[in-house]
């Protein structure tokens, strides 16, 4: 976990959510690689619903990734 976290110093996250406990589980080595996955937006509906039907009961869609306007960086979760 340590080493992962190191990245953190990379990230912008926002002050609002430095806090919040999730943002740790984007460094826990148990869980990283498998956890997170992109898929275009038009298709998630779908791959959660696939994901779901297979066995994954705790698969979601958490949210999107847009570009970052000049002069922010931030990570923002819902």
């Given at each position: 976990h340590e080493q992962n976290a190191h990245a953190r110093a990379g990230l912008g996250i926002s002050p609002a959510r430095a806090?919040?406990?999730?943002?740790?589980l984007l460094f826990d080595p148990q869980t990283s690689g498998g956890l997170l996955f992109g898929v275009d937006a038009a298709r998630a509906e779908e791959v959660v619903r696939e994901l779901r039907a297979s066995g994954d009961e705790h698969a979601a869609d958490i949210g999107e990734i847009l570009e970052a306007q000049p002069g922010t960086s931030s990570i923002e979760i819902a």
């Open positions: 806090g919040d406990p999730r943002i740790e």
